[in-house]
C-alpha cells in the first residue's frame, strides 16, 4: 500500500485543454 501511495498521478496534455477530474469521495484510506 505505501508503494502505491508515493506513485505520483501523471497526465500529460496540451496546454489550455479542459479536462475533467472525478474523484471517489467514498474512497478512504486509514
Request: proline share 7%.
Amino acid at each position: 500500500m505505501q508503494d502505491y501511495l508515493s506513485i505520483r498521478p501523471v497526465i500529460r496534455v496540451p496546454q489550455g485543454t479542459r479536462i475533467t477530474v472525478m474523484v471517489d469521495r467514498d474512497l478512504e484510506i486509514l
